[in-house]
Antibody, heavy 113, light 112 residues
Framework: EVQLVESGGGLVQPGRSLKLSCAAS????????MAWVRQAPTKGLEWVAS????????YYRDSVKGRFTISRDNAKSTLYLQMDSLRSEDTATYYC??????WGQGVMVTVSS | DIVMTQAPLSVSVTPGESASISCRSS???????????VYWYLQKPGKSPQLLIY???NLASGVPDRFSGSGSETDFTLKISRVEAEDVGIYYC?????????FGGGTKLELK
């Protein structure tokens, strides 16, 4: 059974950092392009970042470029999202996903003083 | 960026009847490889999104065949025949042709 389990969310002050992790199991993680998608409270889905299966290429939405870093450790089957200089508008549930059939349960990030 | 526009915002359906949701992209989603990179997802209340349709018309594993996807290069339709109570939620289309990946604003399906 495929599982994506996110962790690392929580309440953080504006300007601070947080690192999300996503532990994958049930499939060959290193074969898949992965992404983070977020959803602000009562809002729709918003793609944040993607990474190729090898980790050699990464892509970001403009509003997080220079602040967020997506990475992966294929030996550990784990996806990461390092979030720096957080803003109130980054408040959302963050999903780890293949953008296909596999989605994690989501982890809440709240940026507030 | 490719803009994905969904309609309607919400739809109310009597169980057993059918429903259609439209999605339009601001650019062709047809790749040179012949694949159209539009996907459909359902987010049930309080849950993560789940994949329904991939590459415009392919039914995802475990999805009932009451769901079907069709379309052209820029206009797409998700059809649900014989709507059931478990189909309630918000439906999103998304494009995976290029970055940034983008999603439609969502269509909420409710039962009458």
């Amino acid at each position: 059974e495929v599982q994506l389990v996110e962790s690392g969310g929580g309440l953080v002050q504006p300007g601070r950092s947080l690192k999300l992790s996503c532990a994958a199991s049930g499939f060959t993680f290193s074969n898949y392009y992965m992404a983070w998608v977020r959803q602000a409270p009562t809002k729709g889905l918003e793609w944040v970042a993607s990474i190729t299966n090898s980790g050699g290429s990464t892509y970001y939405r403009d509003s997080v470029k220079g602040r967020f870093t997506i990475s992966r450790d294929n030996a550990k089957s784990t996806l990461y999202l390092q979030m720096d200089s957080l803003r109130s508008e980054d408040t959302a549930t963050y999903y780890c996903t293949s953008l296909g059939a596999w989605w994690g349960q989501g982890v809440m990030v709240t940026v507030s003083s | 960026d490719i803009v994905m526009t969904q309609a309607p915002l919400s739809v109310s359906v009597t169980p057993g009847e059918s429903a259609s949701i439209s999605c339009r992209s601001s650019k062709s989603l047809l790749h040179s490889n012949g694949i159209t990179y539009v996907y459909w997802y359902l987010q049930k209340p309080g849950k993560s999104p789940q994949l329904l349709i991939y590459r415009m018309s392919n039914l995802a594993s475990g999805v009932p065949d009451r769901f079907s996807g069709s379309g052209s290069e820029t206009d797409f339709t998700l059809k649900i025949s014989r709507v059931e109570a478990e189909d309630v939620g918000i439906y999103y289309c998304g494009q995976l042709l290029e970055n940034p990946r983008t999603f439609g604003g969502g269509t909420k399906l409710e039962l009458k």
